[in-house]
């Protein structure tokens, strides 16, 4: 019954690509997308993207809407600054490389060239055709996949699989699986998205999650060697009160178990909340790295 209004949503997509005239800026546009809502892995495939475009001198800033944020921006993230106002992702990616947020694309990457960027990764926007791109990605998880393959609301997806990968320059798969590409044949490659298994193997712990497949954060514990008493999912994004870290601290307790989180939750807590608490770094692990570089040699070639 949701599939006509699904339809209607693909076609303004479609419609915003070939009517919205994109900007030029003066530095590289790599876009990292999807085409599903959530739980993909693409902002660790762009912060893996930022360290290896920092390895080779180049000044990366990555360019995020801010989601779940107040601020509209443009504004570039400081270490102070609360995901309240600015969004969990770009807080995360602060951390790597420097991070604006803008709901308008273009101010904010003006102020990205101001400030030195010469190198712009987009942590999401492949269905925003205000910037010009370099190069754009789009990142799938390999055991979702496409879902039921409609357009939201009546499935996952942004836009039509066909139609989003018409765009793309390459797809990252992230995880097992082997999602339908059709007729796809540009770069595909694979990663994995893995923990420090030295900090976590062994360790008894009760974990939480408010991501977008939190089961692919508890998997990644027990395959790092950890002893996964307990898991507790919440939604996307979710903002957690005070009785409920209590709780999961009793249950930590109980279980005489550490209790651990996603770097993205952590940082979604209050200081207060925070304590106790230990935060999980993820990485994207390529299967091929060099097939990623050669990607990069496209827009920036090594100095």
């Known amino acids: 019954m949701l599939a006509p209004l699904g339809w209607i949503y693909g076609t303004s997509v479609a419609w915003k690509a070939v009517h919205t005239k994109p900007f030029r800026t003066g530095a590289g546009v790599i876009c990292v997308g999807n085409l599903s809502v959530g ?31 107040r601020l509209r921006g443009p504004i570039e993230v400081v ?4 995901a309240a106002d600015v ?8 951390q790597a490389a420097p991070a604006v947020i803008a709901l308008d694309r273009q101010a904010g990457a003006k102020l990205a060239i101001e400030r030195g960027a010469d190198v712009i990764v987009m942590d999401d926007g492949h ?5 010009e791109k370099d190069l754009s990605i789009v990142v799938v998880d390999g055991e979702a996949g496409f879902g039921n393959g409609r357009v939201v609301p009546a499935g996952p997806l942004r836009e039509p699989v066909t139609q989003g990968l018409a765009r793309a320059d390459a797809v990252i798969i992230v995880g097992n699986g082997a ?7 540009k770069p595909v490659m694979r990663a994995h998205l893995t923990l420090d298994d030295a900090s976590i193997g062994g360790r008894r712990v009760v974990a939480f999650a408010g991501i977008g497949r939190p089961e692919k954060f508890f998997r990644s514990l027990h395959e790092a060697g ?10 996307d994004h979710h903002t957690y009160a005070a009785g409920e870290i209590a709780r999961l601290r009793s249950k930590a307790r109980a279980h005489n178990a550490e209790l651990v989180t996603t770097e993205k939750d952590f940082l979604r807590l209050t200081r207060a909340q925070r304590e106790g608490i230990r935060a999980v770094p993820a990485q994207a692990s390529f299967d091929d790295p060099a097939a990623l570089e050669r990607l990069l040699d496209r827009i920036s070639p090594k100095r």
């Open 87 to 94: 969004g969990d992702e770009p807080l995360l990616l602060a």
């Open 79 to 82: 270490e102070d600054d609360r």
């Open 226 to 235: 950890a002893d996964l008493i307990a898991s507790i999912g919440f939604a």
């Open 127 to 131: 269905q925003n055709f205000s910037l």
């Open 179 to 185: 999602p339908p590409l059709g007729s796809f044949s």
């Open 39 to 69: 739980g993909t892995g693409k902002t660790p495939v762009a912060i893996e993207i930022a360290r290896r475009l920092l390895a080779r001198g180049r000044n990366p800033f990555f360019l995020s809407r801010g989601y779940g944020g």
